[in-house]
Nanobody, 126 residues
């Protein structure tokens, strides 16, 4: 059974930085396709960043150049480093796993991910 346990998040001002973590239990992170999504009340869940089994990454246009997705296989932990944060980045953030491998450009559609973290709130104030 795959479990994703998130930590990090919180509140910062515009231009600040935050780092989210997602510890994976039940599978080795090394070969997994992983991603980060976010959801704002009243809107659909949005794919933010993904990393494939071969470490090819993909970002939503809204976060390119500001967010960085990475993995630490020794810690079985996925990260999302968020810099130059904007008010519109305010959302509940979720990590997700396909539960298996994906080679090439990883997907950013939530229907392709079967395992989800519990979510963590990120609030950016002006």
């Amino acid at each position: 059974q795959v479990q994703l346990v998130q930590s990090g998040g919180g509140s910062v001002q515009v231009g600040g930085s935050l780092k989210l973590s997602c510890e994976v239990a039940g599978l080795s992170l090394r070969s997994l396709c992983m991603s980060w999504f976010r959801r704002v009340p009243g809107k659909e869940r949005e794919g933010v960043a993904a990393i494939g089994s071969d470490n090819i990454v993909r970002y939503a246009d809204s976060v390119k150049g500001r967010f960085n997705i990475s993995r630490d296989n020794a810690r079985n932990t996925l990260y999302l480093e968020m810099n130059n944060l904007k008010v519109e980045d305010t959302a509940m953030y979720f990590c997700a796993s396909r539960g298996g491998a994906w080679y090439g450009i990883p997907p950013l559609t939530d229907g392709t991910y079967g395992y989800w973290g519990q979510g963590t709130q990120v609030t950016i104030s002006s």
